[in-house]
DNA sequence: ACTGAAAATCTACGCTC
DNA sequence: GAGCGTAGATTTTCAGT
């Protein structure tokens, strides 16, 4: 189904969203817990084919999942900072230990692996400025793969909370 | 209300979160759709009690929204990339609307506005490697108060989905 | 993709502790 | 004030078309 949907009833695009399942996506980023019905009057739709939609963008793995933002304060991480990473050597298995370990580091949102001068980025979420020096001397300093690091504490995060399609590349 | 949550009700916690409240946000974190009920019966209260917590997380600014997280390949984002940028003069005039301006731009899906060596991170998802190229020859080479920017290719993320209280900083 | 009806859920409110 | 149970309103879900 997935498949045939590439063709027809998809206004031109290649992939297989078309203008309501892009509407869909559009809608469930900004408010995932509206109800289908909501979602169904929005779109102009019947609830039961909207809900149809969603479980198959959910089936096709478009729609990865539903999570509640939650602000930082409120978990005592009130500062934010990103650290590049440059590990030694360079190889598959420094590489995919560093990253397991320290994706698993509470302090640690996320872990970007990078090409080019930095291997790792670590954006990491504490309570304070103290925490952050105790983080990096403690979890970092100490790794004996790590040829280096650079912290930048982050004043301030525009993010944008619906991310929509671009055109094909075609 | 808020303020006299401060000292009873909380395990010892100085923030208005207790494990009730902490378990909740967790649960949430990880699926926004499911029912109240299914929440409740996880938390072995009754749904009007879980309702009424969610919605004081809520009243409080603890819960800010719930959005469903997209398959970047669905949105035509294959490629992602971190760029840093230098800004100059660096007064507050400039930052504010170089963040402004960028942060508007399809292509970013986030802006960190940093202390140290660099002034902007920005998290750009692009359809592929050309179009990288192009955002950065379009974007950024032209404006006048760049002074530098280095693009990073992200190879791989890993994401914390859920993220946890960290303990009083005390 | 819609309609309709049964099952499940939501949620306001009065109650207890 | 926090949590609970109930009942009426709403929503979800799935035939059948």
Redesign the pocket.
């Known amino acids: 189904m997935a498949i045939s949907r590439t063709f027809d ?1 998809n206004q031109g695009r290649i992939s297989g969203v078309d203008e ?1 399942d892009a509407e869909i996506i559009r809608l469930l980023q900004t408010d995932a817990r509206q ?6 009057r929005a779109l ?10 969603v479980r198959a963008l959910t089936r096709r793995g478009v729609i990865r999942g539903y999570h509640a933002e939650i602000d930082h304060a409120a978990l005592n991480r009130s500062v934010q900072a990103m650290v590049s990473v440059q590990v030694r050597p360079l190889s598959r298995a420094v590489i995919e230990s560093f990253k397991d370990s320290v994706s698993r580091l509470p302090q640690v949102l996320s872990v970007f692996v990078l090409a080019g001068g930095d291997d790792f980025l670590l954006h990491v979420a504490v309570q304070d400025l103290d925490h952050l020096h105790g983080f990096l001397l403690d979890q970092l300093s100490q790794r004996r793969e790590i040829a280096g690091f650079r912290t930048s504490v982050i004043f301030q995060r525009v993010q944008n909370s619906v991310i929509s399609r671009l055109p094909d590349p075609a």
């Open positions: 009833q309501l109800s289908n019905r909501e979602l169904a102009g739709v019947a609830p039961s084919t909207c809900l149809e939609r």
